[in-house]
């Protein structure tokens, strides 16, 4: 039983894996197994992956996004710990050995995440004060944006096991529905260290590609967790006001650029946030 799975999700990214298989491969930290769950590439990945394939867990899928793929990673996980890596970033060498010792300096903490470089088409960016890593009860934070890093998080197997995987019928914006709902809940504690870069700005990112799109899933993911999560009275008018906000701005902005019916659609679920 290795102490730590690393799971790396990929789809079409024959260019990037192999420098995030390495990252890994090269942690100075070494009782670890790595999963790549490719999501069904139609590239040259396998060939890309090469004398790596000894030495990693592969899992083939049919393509079924990136939350669907995770979820396979997890369930075929074998660690004390679960750690996430995509596909286009890297780790520091010392990432998974001292989140590790955070974790094990606090047994009963099941999830952590650390702070993060962004680099966007190879240039170093500045991340601006909203976007300052939270620690312990973060919920408010997560509501006005995804505030912890997918490839920064490193959680006990207990935690899925009580707030549940992420949700497939996501295509993006998975990672900030499944924080919400465990922040709802559970404490996230943070290494202040910057321990993970980020590669952004490229067409192939989900980010990228679901740009027009992705208030409406952060909004749908606020309808589930007002709908389907038991909240605080506190969580739930601020879950409430966050996603009638948003609803609003979007809905605005369809019914601006000729999508009516569905710009009706969001300012109706904005008016059901008021209560009554």
Avoid at 88 to 103: E, G, H, T
Avoid at 108 to 123: F, K, N, P, V
Avoid at 191 to 217: C, E, H, I, K, V
């Amino acid at each position: 039983m290795p102490q730590v799975t690393v799971i790396i999700p990929t789809y079409n990214r024959a260019e990037w894996l192999p420098g995030a298989i390495d990252s890994v491969l090269e942690q100075s930290f070494d009782d670890l197994e790595i999963i790549v769950v490719d999501d069904g590439s139609d590239d040259h990945t396998v060939a890309a992956i090469g004398m790596r394939m000894g030495r990693i867990h592969y899992i083939r899928q049919a393509h079924a996004g990136v939350a669907a793929a995770r979820n396979t990673g997890i369930a075929a996980s074998r660690g004390e710990f679960i750690a996430f890596l995509d596909s286009d970033d890297r780790f520091a060498a010392d990432k998974i050995a001292s989140q590790v010792a955070l974790m094990r300096a606090h047994p009963a903490a099941l999830i952590s995440h650390t702070d993060e470089t962004w680099y966007r088409r190879g240039r170093l960016l500045n991340q601006k004060k909203k976007h300052l890593r939270p620690s312990g009860y973060i919920f408010p934070k997560c509501l006005p944006l995804c505030c912890v890093g997918m490839s920064t998080v490193m959680a006990r197997p207990r935690f899925f096991e009580l707030v549940g995987g992420f949700d497939p019928a996501f295509p993006c914006c998975e990672d900030y529905e499944l924080w919400l709902r465990a922040a709802s809940r559970l404490p996230f504690m943070l290494l202040p260290r910057s321990l993970t870069n980020r590669n952004g700005g490229r067409a192939d990112q989900l980010s990228m590609r679901y740009r027009q799109g992705m208030d409406r899933f952060r909004i749908l993911a606020l309808d589930k967790l007002v709908k389907k999560s038991p909240l605080f009275p506190a969580q739930e008018d601020a879950a409430r006001k966050e996603l009638a906000r948003r609803a609003v701005i979007y809905g605005n902005g369809c019914i601006k650029h000729g999508r009516g019916v569905e710009g009706r659609r969001f300012l109706a679920l904005a008016a059901g946030m008021s209560r009554v």
